[in-house]
């Protein structure tokens, strides 16, 4: 679905920013680890019930956008930025560890000082709630590319082929 | 009162994420480096002519992490971009606190008190029972990343 320098960067960015819109038509813009593997035709975003506004959000309008434009601890060289507006769905099954489990291993890889959080019994009752997951799948419909990463540049706009 | 709040969030921030809602109805995220007009009370931003930017709701998100994902830290500003003599305006309306508050009280309210209420207003309204957490399968997750 993406070129290789676009799918590195929503591989590799440790954040992008998640945009819904509220039921006042405002945007609301949050940062978030989104999930991606090529061959995928939706980018995962998951939200932990403790924060469910952006699924909410979702529920009344599904139009969604994500912004991968910071390189801080992902690697990668070229510093590229890409937003994507796309079609969310959620998935109102919720998820714990059974079917997250790459996720978790990554973001527990990615995030060091979180794997502390459930090591006492008070820990694990006071922040269960973080590991309950909802799922949003953004089906892409466009995207814009920075190739630098220079935000004052225009950017190119990119047609997203589903085919592949 | 607002607009100092926000020059301040400025020199904290090397820049910030403009979200504005296109003519499609979707929204749209963009790095930008707002310049402040103290007289107007309000900010400049510079924007790329080809993105389908139009006036209306906006808002500003400013946010940091470190290499490890730590340290997090935003904060969002709501607010309205308009278009006038050919620069985009944004007019701010209202700081909305984030990540990283450093109070006491705003850390146990942030991580504590406000998603756990959350939680059981969610489970509630969706009449679901609280999910166990599988602990162990976690514990073995760690391990593996530790093995590693």
């Known amino acids: 679905m993406f070129a290789p320098e676009i799918r590195e960067i929503i591989l590799n960015y440790r954040t992008c920013e998640f945009a819904t819109i509220t039921k006042n ?10 999930w991606y593997e090529a061959g995928m035709d939706s980018i995962m975003v998951t939200t ?19 912004l991968f434009s910071n390189p801080t601890g992902s690697g990668v060289s070229s510093k590229g930025m890409v937003a994507i507006q796309g079609d969310a769905r959620v998935d109102e099954n919720i998820a714990c560890i059974d079917g ?5 291993r990554r973001m527990l890889r990615w995030q ?3 794997q502390k ?15 309950m997951r909802l799922r949003v799948h953004v089906t892409p419909r466009r995207a814009f590319y920075w190739e630098t990463g220079d935000f004052t540049q225009n950017p190119t706009e990119i047609t997203i082929n589903h085919a592949v | 009162m607002l607009f100092d709040d926000i020059a301040a969030i400025l020199e904290s921030y090397p820049n910030g994420v403009l979200t504005i809602i296109d003519e499609a109805g979707y929204p749209l995220s963009v790095r930008c480096q707002p310049r402040a007009d ?6 400049y931003v510079r924007l790329p002519d080809n993105l389908p930017i139009q006036a209306g709701a906006a808002s500003l998100l400013f946010h940091a992490h ?9 904060v969002t500003v709501q607010g309205t971009l308009a278009k006038q003599e050919g620069q985009w305006l944004f007019q701010p309306e209202q700081i909305i606190s984030g990540l990283g508050r450093s109070k006491f009280f705003e850390v146990i309210q942030d991580t504590l008190l406000t998603p756990r209420r959350n939680t059981k207003r969610y489970l509630q309204k969706h009449k679901l029972p609280r999910p166990i957490i599988p602990w162990d399968k976690l514990r073995k997750i760690v391990s593996e990343i530790s093995d590693h």
Do not use: M
Not at chain 2, 66 to 74: A, T, Y
């Open chain 2, 66 to 74: 470190d290499e490890q994902l730590d340290n997090l830290r935003s």
């Open chain 1, 48 to 66: 932990s019930l403790g924060f469910p506004q952006k699924v909410y959000n979702i529920q009344r309008n599904p139009r969604v956008s994500l």
């Open chain 2, 38 to 43: 103290q007289p107007q009370q309000r900010f």
């Open chain 1, 112 to 114: 060091p000082h979180a």
């Open chain 1, 100 to 104: 997250l489990e790459d996720f978790w």
């Open chain 1, 117 to 131: 959080y459930h090591r006492s019994a008070l820990g694990r009752y006071l922040v269960d709630w973080y590991y």
């Open chain 1, 25 to 34: 038509n405002k945007p609301s813009t949050h940062p978030v680890t989104a």
